[in-house]
């Protein structure tokens, strides 16, 4: 009977250990099974992989910090929150990856994120591994001082697992430009050292000047691209957008500069659609709305005629050309993947990690439509992240040109590299291809030292 621990066993065999030894994290295991189906198929006469039980060794963390994290807030009561770091690969670089305040956050949803990140990561070929790390605080609601004094309390546990050579975090749902900067700064009153230990900083004390845009932009380029492999272009298209933060408002505004329509935008009280197309000007109020006035989406509507607001509804009923699902993991599942290609999209770029369920991307990949999974399309952040650490580590700062050019061929990189190991008879499956490419260099880095 296969173990497994059998150097051979197979996918169920494979899949029911990972269960079992992650009871109730449904997250981590729905992303372990998007990529061991096709790294199986990849390593099936790949023997050294086997040998060294590569996968096996990808989806055990390298480590886990869990710590308790106490603040006060305005009215002086005492509030206990849970933090977490997931150290899960450094096979290629210093773990690097975004953390998150949401009250979801759990360990299995961070061992997802942090898994993703180790295959999103490699694929920008740059040196980076894979972590994530969060909270289940809520930002929303609570004063700046309130987010101060959280963000402080957090980092006075975790600066003693991070470091500009050891894991670099960054922003994610929840942690923007404020909660980066309280962030940095007890770091450095913490350590008394200035050095590059978070990106998606200010650009007064480091930060890259393209990383806000860097996931949307990114996102959309990933788009152009898969639609100028077939001979389309964004120009002319209608998107659906969900979310309203950072990635969703850079998404759209990428879009409407290459000549596109949005739709719509949300959050999780509902979506906004919007048939005139949401322009650049209503894309700076909602920039607004949300970063300054920390409002909700559905306030659109009270300034913008022609708009409606569907409470608790997601918008992928909504017909279009295109998709960008850039809000949150499973927020799109298989019936409405079906309304989707329905109604006749053609392409899928994911903005955020994991946003389809494993059944919604099995309709994506039955109709052949192009379909770009989050750790390809939305590598554009972590890419900027990469290059906000050479910034910091040289001394030096590049300007916005550069830096959009930069990101321009770093998503024409990874197109290429899902391309490469993704096409089949004259069809591109991408999450093979981002699966496989994100693998191997991982894989052959951890081959080269021993077992460990
Ligand atoms: P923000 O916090 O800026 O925005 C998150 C948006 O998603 C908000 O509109 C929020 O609405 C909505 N949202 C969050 N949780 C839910 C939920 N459970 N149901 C419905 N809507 C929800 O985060 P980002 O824009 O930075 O992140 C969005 C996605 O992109 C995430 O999946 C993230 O992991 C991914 N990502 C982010 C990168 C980055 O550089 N920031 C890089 C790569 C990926 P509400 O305000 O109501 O909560
Ligand atoms: O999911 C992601 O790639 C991010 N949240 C960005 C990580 C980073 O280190 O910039």
Avoid at 259 to 264: A, D, E, I, P, R
Avoid at 266 to 293: M, T, Y
Avoid at 327 to 334: D, F, G, R, S, V
Avoid at 374 to 381: M, P, R
């Amino acid at each position: 009977m296969a173990s497994v621990y059998d150097r051979h066993v197979d996918l169920p065999t494979f899949m029911e250990g990972v269960k079992k030894r992650n009871p109730g994290q449904d997250e981590f295991v729905q992303a372990v099974q998007e990529v061991a189906q096709d790294v199986f198929d990849f390593i099936e006469d790949k023997e050294e992989y086997h040998e060294a039980q590569i996968l096996r060794r990808i989806v055990e963390p390298d480590r886990i910090v869990s710590f308790r994290v106490c603040w006060e807030d305005d009215n002086h009561c005492v509030r206990v929150q849970r933090g977490w770091r997931v150290q899960n690969n450094n096979a290629i670089g210093p773990y690097k990856g975004g953390i998150r305040f949401h009250p979801s956050v759990n360990e299995s949803v961070l061992k997802f994120l942090a898994f993703e990140q180790t295959f999103k990561n490699s694929l920008t070929g740059l040196p980076m591994g894979g972590g994530k790390g969060g909270a289940n605080f809520n930002p929303k609601g609570k004063s700046d001082s309130e987010v101060m004094r959280f963000c402080q309390s957090f980092m006075t546990e975790l600066y003693r697992h991070i470091g500009p050579d050891t894991d670099v975090p960054a922003g994610d749902i929840g942690v923007g430009a404020r909660e980066i900067g309280y962030m940095f700064g007890q770091y450095k009153r913490i350590t008394n050292r200035w050095e590059g230990v978070l990106t998606g900083k200010g650009t007064e004390y480091g930060g890259s000047k393209m990383r806000p845009e860097a996931t949307g932009y990114g996102a959309v380029y990933f788009l152009r691209n898969m639609l100028q492999h077939q001979g389309q272009d964004v120009e002319g298209k209608t998107a659906v957008v969900s979310g309203s933060g950072n990635v969703a408002t850079h998404a759209a505004e990428k879009i409407v500069q290459l000549g596109g329509k949005v739709l719509t935008l949300s959050d999780s009280g509902g979506f906004i659609h919007d048939p005139d197309g949401i322009d650049q000007e209503k894309i700076d109020w909602v920039k607004a709305l949300k970063n300054e006035r920390r409002g909700r989406i559905s306030e659109y509507v009270d300034h913008f005629t022609g708009a409606s607001f569907h409470e608790g509804k997601r918008p992928w009923d909504v017909p279009c050309d295109v998709a960008l699902p850039c809000a949150t993991q499973n927020e799109l599942n298989e019936a409405e993947a079906r309304e989707l290609v329905g109604n006749g999209c053609m392409a899928v770029a994911e903005g955020a990690n994991m946003p389809t369920t494993l059944e919604g991307v099995k309709v994506f990949h039955d109709a052949r439509i192009l379909y770009g999974p989050g750790k390809a399309a939305n590598a554009g952040g972590v890419a900027v992240s990469g290059l906000e650490m050479s910034q910091n580590s040289e001394r030096i700062s590049w300007n916005h040109e550069r830096l959009g050019q930069m990101l321009t061929e770093l998503m024409e990189g990874i197109h290429g590299k899902c391309v490469e190991f993704g096409e089949k008879g004259g069809h591109v499956d991408y999450v093979r291809g981002a699966n496989i490419a994100g693998f191997k260099k991982v894989a052959d880095a951890m081959l080269a030292f021993g077992v460990m």
